[in-house]
């Protein structure tokens, strides 16, 4: 069993499995709850650490991009201040920067449509998988085929264009 050691996300997923277990099997005799809960919680874990280590991965290849002080940041429509940690930028790495962005951004938009929209929903919205689905109109499991789908094609096409993750 995995193991969640931030003491926020560990309440977060206890709680979303307590609904779950509620809102899906609440009919169930009480004997049940027990067994059903820990499929659910373990279900749970391993989806924040798959969403955990896709955002990880996206939020290192994104945040060379971004200035460490803005949180509202988003690097598909904007360049980082002039400076940074290592001082002020050339031109040459500026346009580097915005070259990069402009390749992300028409790599997302050559994504099938479904992928997309699951893609940025969950990793540039930040909405949960629930919320996705519902905004989807589809179940979860295919929200998260969609993410990986698309991840998957992103990562690909990125490295394929001399972007590395």
Known sequence: MFAVHDEEAALDIVQ????KLAEK?????EEEFPMLFQRILQ????????????RSMWTTLLSAFSSDDD???DPLETLAADEDAAGPRTPESKLLQAQTLNIIDDEIKKLPARQREAFLMRYWEDMDVAETAAAMGCSEGSVKTHCSRATHALAAALSARGIQL
């Open 71 to 73: 949180d509202d940041y």
């Open 16 to 19: 979303d499995s307590m609904l």
């Open 25 to 29: 099997y609440g009919d169930r005799p």
């Open 43 to 54: 279900n749970t874990i391993r989806d924040y650490y798959r969403r955990s280590k896709v």
